[in-house]
């Protein structure tokens, strides 16, 4: 059994509703600097383990992972906090927002032989995991190109403070989900290139930054794929579209996955278009109101997590990967600045990476 301790109860609150229906995680107590939060959380669960000062999951020695999730600027201190406490970490994306940043988490990790495991909670949903083993085997033969979006009516995300300072970035709040997607098929991109704007939706609603951008990919042996998010305006209907897909267009077949719907399309090698979908599994993914919160893709991924740790493997996205991926969102994140493409090897020889 893996002993958790949680931080941050926003959308923690996802993971502690998968620690506490997983026989695989332990919760040995959640934090949230909120004491309303606490309250309100532990009569939600039952559970009445609560803090509000992050010290106390610190140096609690029962307590052998943190997962973490505080808004973006904060992972990076409170991994390496957890880290120098001997604690194993799991971090929800996007894993950290400055690559200057890394290199101290990753030295750290080395240095305390404590796994840092990213919380890239799109790869562990039904379609997208199927779209890897059905990869995986071969149906799709070999990969040519790959195009992933994440388009979301998200103008509720407002409402968070956090959401309309300079720090917050849709690019690394929400293009983390597929650009993670074509990173777990493409690792070795080397430049990218893309425009973003800042829509009306977005200036009238306080966000500084761009809300909706559109960006190209080249990996070291010249394969290509995009990637695109658009998150203060209406969608379509999900019968007609997904909010967030990954399309794999391969040498004899192609697939798409598409996340929250619960849907899987592929015309296999020999031909045959099949459409999968899991609506048996809706309560496993969806437990709260709607479609706001998944714990069902959390308990999945801190299962993995809790048997890579039992069995002495390494869960990915681990630091070096997570990393590789903010490497990718920064050189998106300097491309828009400069409409220029951008390297992403330059980015990482500047941080000593
Ligand atoms: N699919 C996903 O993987 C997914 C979905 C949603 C959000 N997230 C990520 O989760 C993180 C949090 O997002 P959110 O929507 O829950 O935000 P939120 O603002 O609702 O929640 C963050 C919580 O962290 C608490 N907090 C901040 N600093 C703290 C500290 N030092 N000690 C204790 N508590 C502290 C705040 O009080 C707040 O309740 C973000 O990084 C976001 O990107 C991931």
């Known amino acids: 059994m893996l002993k958790l301790g949680i931080l941050g109860l926003g959308e923690g609150r996802s993971t502690m509703s998968a620690a506490l229906q997983s026989t695989k995680i332990e919760l040995v107590k959640v934090c949230d600097q909120k004491l309303e939060l606490c309250l309100q959380r532990s009569?939600?669960?039952?559970?009445?383990?609560?803090?509000?000062?992050?010290?106390?999951?610190?140096?609690?020695?029962?307590?052998?992972?943190?997962?973490?999730?505080?808004?973006?600027?904060?992972h990076a201190e409170h991994t390496k906090q957890a880290l120098l406490h001997g604690k194993h970490v799991v971090c929800t994306k996007p894993f950290i927002?400055?690559?200057?940043?890394?290199?101290?988490?990753?030295?750290?990790?080395?240095?305390?032989?404590?796994?840092?495991?990213v919380g890239q909670s799109s790869r562990f949903f039904e379609p997208m995991k199927k779209q890897r083993a059905d990869y995986e085997a071969g149906l799709i033969g070999e990969l040519i190109t790959i195009e992933s979006y994440y388009h979301a009516d998200h103008r509720?995300?407002?409402?968070?403070?956090?959401?309309?300072?300079?720090?917050?970035?849709w690019l690394y709040g929400?293009?983390?989900?597929p650009v993670d997607f074509i990173r777990w098929y493409l690792p070795n991109i080397e430049e990218v290139m893309g425009y973003g704007m800042l829509s009306s939706n977005g200036k009238n609603g306080g966000?500084?930054?761009?809300?909706?951008?559109h960006f190209i990919f080249r990996a070291t042996d010249g394969r290509i794929a995009r990637v695109s998010g658009a998150y203060?305006?209406?969608?379509?209907?999900?019968?007609?579209?997904?909010?967030?897909?990954?399309?794999?267009?391969?040498?004899?077949?192609?697939?798409?996955?598409?996340?929250?719907?619960?849907?899987?399309?592929?015309?296999?090698?020999?031909?045959?278009?099949?459409?999968?979908?899991?609506?048996?599994?809706?309560?496993?993914?969806?437990?709260?109101?709607?479609?706001?919160?998944?714990?069902?893709?959390?308990?999945?991924?801190?299962?993995?997590?809790?048997?890579?740790?039992?069995?002495?493997?390494?869960?990915?996205p681990?630091?070096?990967?997570?990393?590789?991926?903010?490497?990718?969102?920064?050189?998106?994140?300097?491309?828009l600045q400069t409409g220029k493409p951008v390297k992403v090897a330059d980015l990482l020889r500047e941080h000593g990476l």
């Open 43 to 74: 009569k939600e669960f039952d559970f009445y383990s609560y803090t509000t000062q992050y010290q106390d999951l610190l140096d609690d020695p029962t307590i052998d992972a943190i997962a973490i999730y505080t808004p973006d600027k904060f």
């Open 232 to 316: 203060t305006g209406p969608v379509q209907p999900v019968t007609r579209d997904s909010e967030m897909s990954c399309i794999l267009r391969g040498t004899e077949g192609c697939s798409q996955g598409d996340y929250m719907d619960l849907r899987y399309a592929i015309t296999d090698k020999t031909g045959e278009e099949r459409i999968l979908t899991w609506e048996h599994k809706l309560k496993h993914y969806f437990r709260f109101e709607g479609k706001s919160h998944h714990a069902g893709e959390y308990q999945n991924y801190l299962e993995y997590f809790a048997d890579c740790l039992e069995s002495g493997q390494t869960a990915y």
């Open 207 to 213: 966000l500084k930054n761009a809300d909706t951008m």
């Open 174 to 177: 929400g293009l983390s989900h």
């Open 156 to 169: 509720w995300f407002l409402d968070k403070g956090w959401s309309l300072e300079n720090a917050f970035k």
């Open 318 to 335: 681990d630091v070096k990967e997570g990393i590789g991926t903010v490497a990718l969102l920064q050189a998106m994140d300097q491309s």
């Open 97 to 117: 927002d400055d690559l200057s940043k890394a290199k101290e988490l990753i030295e750290l990790s080395d240095q305390t032989g404590k796994n840092v495991f």
